[in-house]
């Protein structure tokens, strides 16, 4: 992370913030108030740990970092999904520069975000675990609320950490945890994807990113040995904590839960740390959790039909609710059925946009102009009621999460003469 946050200052990307600023609201301010620029604060009120924030704040700074085109980046993604690499071990690194097992994270600058929010949490936070039969690795992201010294609340949802959880739990045993803060986008993208349990998120970051780990100390896990903080510790298996509330991608409150503890038993870090925040609800927090499902929606789309084009998640849609698929239509029911599996590809997925080929997905002017004159609202609409969604959309059913999906196929009409479509086009060129 710290190599690339050099190379982006060199490209006039970083904003570097030189005043005292608080972690209280200040931060998270200045994070909102600049969402297109990675923002560095220096100078960290009550704090010697200097914090940054947006690294991966628009598309095309991921592709950057990646090193890759910015239309390509799916194909990557699905590559590095299909194609794990091993992690080679190091016995030294940076990481390890400062090892205490007197943890007090309260010298950590955790940001406090939004006025009701319930506390200083740590969003950042690549959790890392092993399943206790198999040894399969699973990193994730997980919000980290702070309730002490040594303490945080993690929020669980029923995916793969749950699973070691439950399992470590079942045989009345704690589960182990690393936390990895400070990492490049490779890791942080990897531990956003829906991959399948078997498959270890840090070789698919690996995949994308070339990167070396470091044995933990307290714990049987292994960690990046260039991160900038790790803290160590155990989720307890017998002990929950009201944990929230804390803005999710919508920019909305979730909910208080009772949620697990995590007890710390090992803070490392290299020397000058930097502490990396992720502004919840920002451009950056829905870009890390919408991004990784592109490859999987068009994974199931291309198995409807093999000429799809492109796929985004849009900004508007908070990078998880709508998608915009453009395809080269083979038959009139393409579009319907491209919605269909989109949908069920991504369950949180709620309204989706089918386009022609000659439509840049990637521009929303030209989106709302393939609706306008390409949608017959009784036949190319069509809405599904009480499907399973997402349980951050306002709408949705609280305990279900039933919501109503819609899809718009916004392709030419094979029952419509194909001229009365054609975008008209002025013939001529400066060359
Ligand atoms: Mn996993």
Redesign the pocket.
Known sequence: MRSLIESFRKDGEVLDVKKEVSVTYEIPYYLKKNEEKIVFFENVKSYGIKVVGNICSTRERITKALNIEKNSLVEHLLNAFDSPKKVKIVKKGPIKDIVKEEVDIENLPILRHYEKDGGHFITAGIVVAKDPDTG?R???IHRLMRLGKDKLGIRIVP???YKIFNENKKDGRSTEIAIIIGAHPALLLAAS?S???E???LEVANRLHEFKCIKCNTVDLEVPDQAEIVLEGRILNDKKHAEGPLVDITGTYDIVRDEPVVELTCLMHRKEPIYQAILPGGREHQLLMGLPQEPRILKAVRNITPNVKGIRLTEGGCHWFHAVISIEKQSEGDGKNVILAALSAHPSLKHVVVVDEDIDIFDDKMIEYAMATRVKGDEDIYIFPKIRGSSLDPTGDQVTSLVTKVGIDATKSFSIPPERFEIARIPWSED
Do not use: T
Request: glycine share 0%.
């Open positions: 399969v699973n990193a994730s995916r793969h950490l994807s991959i399948p349990y498959i270890d998120e």
